[in-house]
């Protein structure tokens, strides 16, 4: 286990030089921020010295060194629209994005689990072309288009649910459920072949054969067979949720790093863009090492070498 973490270490480096460089490189495409800070009204002189203020004068690659430099000492800059350091800026708006994405993943995974195993232990039944059915058009329709469908209906039509912003249970239930709908559809077919393909397997007609009850053979036997390419599926739709989350958060208003990230890109706010990706990426890695980990929970067999 040490070699693994210390070997996901020196990866995560690496991940992060190529984010940063990415991005970084994105943002010189993206347009001028001190123009937009300006506005019409500055003149040139007022341009020279601001663009010498935030380091903006200097040639690109001096500009990612810098970057880079200051990164190491946690320094990733002053956001040019708020005036306060880029990254306390994100991490603040961190706990309501990581409540929406694990909120929206465990809806999806307490849903899917059993429903899937239903499916494939009634194939061809009426409840298996429900799910079949349910999930088609679950995976075909974009959470954002979800969202405001759920707005119209249970928030404008009936009044059921507050439409945005966050606050209690009331507040998240509609955004996290718009970001769950499309997963739940996609782990449901998931559990349902893989289930299909182990309840073919011999060791599952041997346990039926020993007498065990079918409860038994099926999520004894045969779902836990079916858990590691599901949690696998499962690791990547919750760091795909960083992202996803985006645009939900601004249809529902949520307070949340997708909202902040969308103004800072319209703003073409470096230090705030920069910030972001670094942390998303750094949740990116950490949702794959608990990943790794947790195959050696589900299957005794599989090791972390």
Same mark, same amino acid.
């Given at each position: 286990?040490?070699?693994?973490?210390?070997?996901?270490?020196?990866?995560? &480096? #690496?991940?992060?030089?190529?984010?940063?460089?990415?991005?970084?490189?994105?943002?010189?495409?993206?347009?001028?921020?001190?123009?937009?800070?300006?506005?019409?009204?500055?003149?040139?002189?007022?341009?020279?010295? +601001?663009?010498?203020?935030? #380091?903006?004068?200097?040639?690109?690659?001096?500009?990612?060194?810098?970057?880079?430099? /200051?990164?190491?000492?946690?320094?990733?800059?002053?956001?040019?629209?708020?005036?306060?350091?880029?990254?306390?800026? =994100?991490?603040?708006?961190?706990?309501?994005?990581?409540? +929406?994405?694990?909120?929206? $993943?465990?809806?999806?995974?307490?849903?899917? $689990?059993?429903?899937?195993?239903?499916?494939?232990?009634? %194939?061809?039944?009426?409840?298996?072309?429900?799910?079949?059915?349910?999930?088609? *058009? #679950?995976?075909?329709?974009?959470?954002?288009? $979800?969202?405001?469908?759920?707005?119209?209906?249970?928030?404008?039509?009936?009044?059921?649910?507050?439409?945005?912003? *966050?606050?209690?249970?009331?507040?998240? &239930?509609?955004?996290?459920?718009?970001?769950?709908?499309?997963?739940?559809?996609?782990?449901?077919?998931?559990?349902?072949?893989?289930?299909?393909? =182990?309840?073919?397997?011999?060791?599952?007609?041997?346990? *039926?054969?020993?007498?065990?009850?079918?409860?038994?053979?099926?999520?004894?036997?045969?779902?836990? /067979?079916?858990?590691?390419?599901?949690?696998?599926?499962?690791?990547?739709?919750?760091?795909?949720?960083?992202?996803?989350?985006?645009?939900?958060? *601004?249809?529902?208003?949520?307070?949340?790093?997708? %909202?902040?990230?969308?103004?800072?890109?319209?703003?073409?706010?470096?230090?705030?863009?920069?910030?972001?990706? +670094?942390?998303?990426?750094?949740?990116?890695?950490?949702? /794959?090492?608990?990943?790794? &980990?947790?195959?050696?929970?589900?299957?005794? %067999?599989?090791?972390? /070498?």
């Amino acid at each position: 286990m040490r070699k693994f973490l210390f070997k996901r270490f020196f990866q995560s &480096i #690496g991940v992060f030089l190529a984010v940063s460089l990415v991005v970084f490189a994105m943002l010189q495409f993206a347009g001028d921020p001190v123009e937009l800070l300006m506005g019409e009204e500055g003149s040139q002189e007022d341009e020279i010295r +601001l663009r010498e203020a935030l #380091g903006l004068d200097k040639p690109y690659v001096v500009q990612y060194v810098l970057f880079l430099k /200051n990164a190491l000492r946690g320094d990733l800059g002053i956001s040019y629209h708020h005036g306060v350091p880029a990254m306390s800026l =994100v991490i603040e708006r961190i706990p309501a994005t990581m409540e +929406l994405v694990l909120t929206a $993943i465990l809806i999806s995974i307490i849903l899917a $689990i059993p429903m899937g195993v239903v499916a494939a232990t009634h %194939r061809g039944g009426l409840l298996d072309r429900i799910f079949l059915s349910g999930s088609l *058009r #679950g995976i075909s329709a974009p959470p954002f288009w $979800i969202g405001i469908v759920f707005i119209l209906v249970f928030g404008v039509v009936l009044g059921w649910l507050p439409t945005s912003g *966050r606050g209690g249970l009331a507040h998240l &239930i509609l955004p996290a459920g718009s970001l769950a709908l499309y997963r739940l559809a996609l782990f449901i077919r998931l559990v349902r072949s893989g289930m299909l393909d =182990v309840l073919g397997q011999e060791y599952v007609t041997s346990a *039926r054969a020993k007498g065990l009850a079918e409860s038994v053979v099926v999520f004894k036997h045969a779902l836990k /067979n079916t858990l590691i390419p599901f949690i696998t599926i499962a690791g990547l739709q919750m760091g795909s949720l960083l992202a996803g989350a985006i645009v939900t958060e *601004r249809v529902f208003a949520w307070p949340g790093m997708g %909202r902040l990230i969308l103004d800072s890109i319209q703003k073409l706010d470096y230090p705030v863009v920069m910030s972001w990706a +670094l942390v998303t990426s750094a949740i990116f890695i950490l949702i /794959n090492m608990l990943v790794d &980990i947790s195959y050696s929970f589900v299957d005794p %067999r599989v090791r972390t /070498n």
